[in-house]
């Protein structure tokens, strides 16, 4: 999907290169200047004793003596002299580039603290459970934003959130909604306070649990992943599972929750990964849920029961903020009973400095509906004869997603693709399709005649 590996490659053996060649010309220096020390000594004698005698002076041993210990001493002094010179060329050089990154940092770091300084608003406090408790008997937690206006980078004119007024409060389900790139990554960094607002107020009352749109896990088992730090309350744990819809895989494992995911997660797939760091999220017993996007990972049935059971069901009493892309039309019906749908429809696209735009490290100011495009668009210029998408329109909106199968169509017509996806809408232009479960395959075949199959695997995600 990302298509980097040669020209990384590329990049990383035009660097060499350069290295290499200074790295030559450094050592030839540095031998060149070794093997001259001891001809300059020598030499330097020679032309001495030759001038010595021309000019008729008397040759006595103290007089030599004493000159092969004048040159000696030179001859160390001035190694000495060139590898003091080397190394302080190399030392300088490594503090350049130490210096250069660490004002990097510190510049950053200043112009948020100017940015926050210089808002004529606050920008608002995050107050703990039990700070609020002994203030107010309610007990009512929840996020406010009131005409926030933020951006990521502080040196761009436009603001990616214009005037912003959201409240999230307790059994209160929020979802986000838009379009890739219309602002609803940056309102939750908001909320999580990873990006400084430039006006407005900030309020978010209690304590946070997050679940990300890209799923982490680390080395361990998959309890480990899910409890997280937190007291093991083996009753809790089952429900977690069971409302993530992580029975059927644990059960699939020979070693149940004890089993290792290894290394970033190499044992569980997409959607499995996703549902783990959803139970991570709702495992902890938190006031204030920011759920981004979870069910682009999963399919229409699991997304279905995640929705019903985990968030409509196990966090009926919690704040919940759900930020999803236009609505499944499995899920049309089901969003009605959310108690507020956000569409930021006027908000600024995050990318607006158009194809200039730059790109933080790890395309931190782009939202991963919008790094999918991008790895989309570097696949498609590529123009190779066989491409391979997986989950590569997961995190952006259907009428986006439709016009990219469009795209596909026309641009990788003499070429074979492969594609990757949960959605049946992605597929369903497909010439064949293969179905598989368990590790098997269960269906494969034109579109038409799975569809036509009354009791098929295929068919029946689409009923």
């Known amino acids: 999907m990302f298509t980097w590996e040669k020209p990384f490659a590329k990049l990383v053996e035009n660097a060499r290169k350069e290295e290499m060649s200074e790295i030559t010309k450094a050592n030839f220096c540095r031998i060149s200047s070794y093997a001259c020390l001891d001809c300059y000594q020598k030499l330097s004698v020679f032309l001495c004793i030759l001038i010595a005698v021309l000019n008729n002076e008397s040759l006595t041993p103290q007089y030599v003596f004493a ?39 510190y510049e950053k770091s200043h112009i948020m603290s100017t940015l926050l300084e210089q808002s004529p608003a606050p920008v608002g406090t995050f107050v703990s459970k039990s700070e609020y408790q002994m203030n107010n008997d309610d007990q009512t937690f929840g996020v406010s934003l009131s005409n926030v206006t933020a951006k990521w980078d502080p040196k761009l004119s436009k603001s990616s959130l214009t005037d912003v007024t959201v409240t999230a409060t307790s059994g209160k389900l929020v979802a986000v909604v838009g379009v890739a790139g219309g602002g609803k990554s940056t309102l939750l960094q908001v909320m999580l306070k990873e990006i400084p607002i430039s006006s407005g107020n900030l309020g978010v009352t209690g304590s946070l649990s997050y679940a990300p749109q890209e799923p982490w896990v680390f080395p361990g088992t998959l309890r480990e992943n899910i409890v997280f730090g937190e007291k093991m309350d083996n009753r809790k744990f089952q429900e977690v599972i069971k409302v993530c819809c992580l029975e059927h895989d644990i059960s699939r494992f020979a070693y149940g929750d004890n089993t290792l995911v290894g290394e970033k997660g190499v044992m569980l797939s997409g959607g499995q990964k996703a549902r783990v760091s959803l139970a991570r999220a709702i495992y902890r017993d938190a006031d204030v849920y920011l759920l981004d996007d979870p069910l682009s990972a999963v399919d229409v049935h699991v997304a279905n029961r995640i929705f019903y059971e985990c968030i409509r069901g196990y966090l009926r009493n919690k704040c919940v903020v759900l930020y999803i892309m236009k609505c499944w039309s499995d899920l049309d019906y089901s969003m009605t009973s959310v108690e507020r749908v956000i569409e930021y429809t006027d908000v600024t696209p995050e990318a607006s400095g158009g194809l200039e735009s730059e790109i933080l490290e790890g395309g931190s100011n782009f939202s991963v509906g919008q790094r999918q495009l991008l790895c989309l668009v570097r696949a498609i210029l590529k123009n190779a004869k066989i491409v391979a998408l997986d989950e590569a329109t997961a995190s952006v909106d259907l009428e986006t997603d439709e016009m990219i199968q469009r795209t596909i169509r026309r641009k990788f017509k003499n070429s074979t693709v492969l594609t990757i996806a949960h959605r049946t809408d992605t597929v369903m232009d497909s010439d064949k399709i293969l179905v598989m479960d368990a590790g098997s395959v269960v269906e494969f075949g034109n579109t038409e005649d799975l569809l036509r199959g009354p009791d098929g695997c295929f068919s029946g995600f689409n009923e």
Do not use: P, V
């Not at 002094?77 to 010179?85: D, E, M, R, V």
């Open 67 to 105: 000159l092969l210990i004048i040159y000696d001493t030179l001859r160390r002094t001035s190694q000495l002299w060139s590898s003091a010179l080397i190394n302080n060329s190399e030392l300088m050089a490594s503090l350049r580039r130490l210096q250069h990154f660490l004002l990097l940092d």
